[in-house]
């Protein structure tokens, strides 16, 4: 059976798009032994939605960093500063998560 996985596998890395074949990289919303946070009003975050619904501590801070400012984040930060101004803004309003980027090299 995993000889068969394997050559699955193998087929599926030659067939698919080139957008794929690079190294992904993921942001989690905390540590492997903490909990992500939800909040039930996001306005604190500052977000352009100004109907404060819930949803999560990592993901807000996420779009308020993004959003700050009006940048082009792409264009002026790194992965690295990106989870440091994530984990910064966290603490500051008192969440103990600690968001991680999880890279996985391309096989």
């Not at 996985?5 to 992904?24: G, H, M, S, T, W």
């Not at 619904?53 to 009006?70: E, R």
């Not at 002026?76 to 980027?101: C, D, I």
Request: hydrophobic residues 35%.
């Amino acid at each position: 059976m995993g000889f068969l996985r394997r050559q699955l596998r193998e087929q599926f890395e030659k067939k698919k798009p080139e957008a794929l074949q690079a190294d992904i990289r993921m942001i989690s919303g905390c540590q492997d032994v903490q909990t992500s946070a939800d909040v039930s009003n996001v306005s604190s975050f500052q977000l352009p939605d100004p109907a404060g619904n819930a949803g999560g501590a990592c993901t807000s801070t996420l779009l308020n960093v993004l959003y700050k400012d009006h940048q082009t984040p792409e264009d002026t930060m790194s992965f690295v500063e990106l989870l440091n101004k994530m984990r910064e803004n966290l603490e500051a309003k008192g969440f103990s998560q600690v968001p991680q980027v999880r890279v996985r090299k391309r096989i």
